[in-house]
Each structure stands twice: as C-alpha cells, then as structure tokens.
C-alpha cells in the first residue's frame, strides 16, 4: 500500500487543520490505521488508531478531545481533523497500517505540521 499524506501547514495556536491520506491499492480498506508522528529528534508518537471500517478509533492522551480519525474506503482515503493545536503537536504526520507503525519503512509520505506563534 502506497501512502501519501496532505493538508499539513504552519498554524498558529488554537488554530485547526485537517490532514488527509489517501491510499493507493485494495489493500487499504482491510487495514486497521494508524495516524503517527514524529518530531525533529524525535522517535514514533503513536496519535491514533482507527478500525477497518471506520467504526471506532483510539487516541493519545495527548490529542484526545483535540482530533478525530476518520476514514473513507470507497475514496482510499484517512482523515485526521486537528483542533485547538498545541506547540507540541510540531511534528512530521504520517500514516499506516496498525499492524506496521512502529517500522518506518511502511509510513507513507508524511505531511508537515508546524505550530507556531
């Protein structure tokens, strides 16, 4: 499965974004999906997990409240909508499948997330 995530920016405080990651091949919509981080010098930040069929997701302590997981199988697609962002959230947002998220040779292109006053 070929992963290319989008919709990152520089924001300020407070602001939202909406990440999205689309999905190349069949394969996507079997896997559950984890949304993953990663800060400059930094190892994987798990954020969230979301189910095969969308039904249900987990979170960090740390986004919990603040974002949300979704997904569209029929578009390939996983969205991670992004509120109240914090300084800490600065990172690299990538996505893959759950059962490979701590192996970065299966994270798709990530997309950069810069929170900044």
């Known amino acids: 499965v070929h992963l290319v995530a989008s919709g990152g920016g520089t924001v300020q405080p407070g602001s939202s974004l909406g990440l999205s990651c689309v999905a190349s091949?069949?394969?996507?919509?079997?896997?559950?999906m984890t949304w993953v981080r990663q800060a400059p010098g930094g190892g994987p930040d798990w954020v969230s997990d979301?189910?095969?069929?969308?039904?249900?997701?987990t979170y960090a302590d740390s986004v919990k409240g603040r974002f949300t997981s979704s997904r569209d199988n029929a578009k390939n697609t996983l969205y991670l909508q992004m509120n109240s962002l914090k300084f800490e959230d600065t990172a690299v947002y990538h996505c893959?499948?759950?059962?490979?998220?701590?192996?970065?040779?299966?994270w798709g292109q990530g997309t950069q997330v810069t929170v900044s006053s």
């Open positions: 091949g069949s394969e996507f919509r079997g896997y559950d």
């Open positions: 893959v499948p759950r059962p490979f998220w701590l192996n970065s040779d299966f």
């Open positions: 979301i189910t095969s069929d969308g039904e249900s997701a």
